[in-house]
């Protein structure tokens, strides 16, 4: 196969489902993680797209994932609260286990919380924000990851780029979602500088001593920052503590204790919390959906742009056009297909 | 009386609350209200403290609040939400009187709610995150406020000044506790600028037109800014999706609507998350409140500071020493205390 291919967004699946069971992954874990990679790169984001399938097979063969993991409803007495172990596999299958226990549990008792524990977290947040919108939940969503950013006033590594993400249902149109990295840039980012030669913007990094740097490569050596200075640095250090600490997880400095390095996907807990605005408006004058609208109206009317909006665009064109990926990218793909773990350096 | 007093903290707070009684609030308006403004003054968090009377006193004077209202538990089929009804009063009795109901059902349930409805807010909210804390439960609270700050990459007020605070219960010390506003800056802090002649920090404010200024009065005729561009933008609208909308309260800009101006408390609703850390640990490894010490020892232990210590120093002066005001303010609260309304222009 050469040239750029057109595929859709099933032929895809199936594609990195099957690079996924030739690299050992069993039917659940394959499945769901080929999910949220076809999602990514069906949206155009291709950090979070085919791209990941290595850095997911580098973990599984590192031996810091188990390919064959069965997630495990864990009964809680708490009777808001889902718990999900993933048993050492991927985060994805574990989520997808425990969403129609969530979804469930905050229809009845109006607000719900999902912990997953012991699961390797390497997908964006957004499929899972987006799971809930789907089933008409608003819903937040947050992890933490290794320790690569400096806490605000601090002089080295400590919380991770801990992502936080947000979603609220939209009847009858895509959901309004956000979903970013609470350091300023992310890792990758950096490194793109760094291959380009290029200093970083400034208030994204301090090097190893703690001052702050445009140098790419003492960034990397350093800590990154977090996005909004002292506000920012507040919200990683709460993602630490509810989606780490409270859920009896890892924190971002144990993970990379854990790894060792940052090439490998992390492993650490996720909290999903899951809201009936339904249930919360209940008695009150309004509709909260259509009041909604109001609001997204009046935002896009004065020219600002609701978060979203291009991948959303691009997922309508993946959809009716399929997905085109490149030459490289295919080759790629062909390679893992033929060797699995072999092809992982 | 003249010159500087000193007065303990339970006399600082007789003397409010006969100025409140005076301003025609009955006695849980009056004792509710007085308590968030003597802890204010307490942690020398002067924007919060005595200062706030006249404005609330104006907001009664407006008829914009009720100063008789009794607060009304709401019963509500969801099991993890408590709403309260403030009854066109202030937030702050309404907030006290669903706090144990809220607390046992977070205990309950491992995450509860409560949406506090048709109230008049001024306060801070770390004072409501503390009360979480002292009930061994980690909180998140918000609020809407007034549209005067922009959404990102746009022109026009829109959003409020939307706080988000969230508290961690730490045994025997202080909880860890923030709040901020999700601008770049408080109005007050515009305000300062311009009496004292001096330009604003960039990014601070939009004109108008919705370019950069730093001229602040350009800016109090334009649009804040909100904290960390996009993100910050984003952040300050799911406050207004899930603690104006799906509660079934206002927007800020149908706050700013019904006020007409920002020299009044504002009118809208309140949402608070609570969150049961030994729910959400149970049958996991580690004690979740041994495990964030650690946590924070190592933000500390790096150079960088845990938020509010420095309200936290100035509770512990005040707790010993008493609480000093200036000639001006006791001069201000004897005028208050014997004018009641009357002294209000």
Chains 1, 2 share one sequence.
Not at 161 to 176: E, L, M, Q
Not at 196 to 219: Q, R, S, Y
Request: glycine share 12%.
């Amino acid at each position: 196969m050469s040239g750029a291919t057109t595929l859709s967004i099933e032929a895809l699946q199936s594609r990195v489902e099957a690079i996924f069971a030739k690299g050992g992954l069993n039917a659940i874990q394959a499945a769901a993680l080929s999910r949220v990679i076809v999602a990514g790169e069906r949206d155009a984001c291709k950090s979070h797209g085919v791209y990941r399938i290595e850095g997911a097979l580098r973990t599984v063969k590192a031996g810091k994932v188990k390919p064959d993991a069965v997630p495990q409803l864990v009964p809680q007495e708490a009777s808001a609260i889902v718990r999900v172990n993933a048993m050492g596999g991927f985060a994805n299958p574990a989520f997808e286990l425990g969403l129609p226990h969530l979804v469930e549990k905050a229809k009845t008792h109006g607000i719900a919380a999902m912990a997953v524990n012991d699961c390797t977290h390497f997908s964006a947040l957004w499929p899972e924000v987006e799971a809930l919108t789907q089933n008409g939940l608003a819903g937040i969503v947050m992890c933490p990851s290794y320790a690569t950013v400096a806490p605000a006033g601090g002089t080295k590594p400590l919380l991770g780029t801990n992502p936080f993400a947000f979603g609220w249902p939209r009847p009858g149109t895509n959901p309004y979602v956000f979903d970013f990295a609470t350091s300023v840039a992310a890792r990758g980012e950096i490194e793109l500088y760094r291959r380009a030669g290029k200093p970083l913007p400034e208030g994204w990094a301090i090097d190893a001593d703690g001052n702050p740097t445009t140098d790419p490569e003492a960034a990397l050596a350093g800590a990154m920052l977090t996005f909004g200075g002292h506000k920012g640095s507040a919200i990683g250090t709460m993602i630490e503590l509810l989606a780490g600490i409270m859920i009896g997880d890892l924190t971002s400095p144990e993970v990379l204790d854990f790894l060792g390095t940052t090439t490998l996907a992390p492993f650490h807990g996720e909290l999903i919390i899951a809201f009936s605005p339904e249930a919360f408006s209940a008695g009150r004058k309004g509709d909260p959906f259509a009041r909604a609208e109001v609001l997204f109206e009046a935002i896009v009317g004065q020219g600002a742009r609701l978060p979203s909006q291009r991948r959303f665009a691009a997922r309508g064109k993946s959809t009716s056009e399929g997905i085109t990926l490149n030459e490289a990218e295919v080759a790629q793909l062909d390679r893992l297909l033929e060797l699995g773990l072999d092809a992982i350096a």
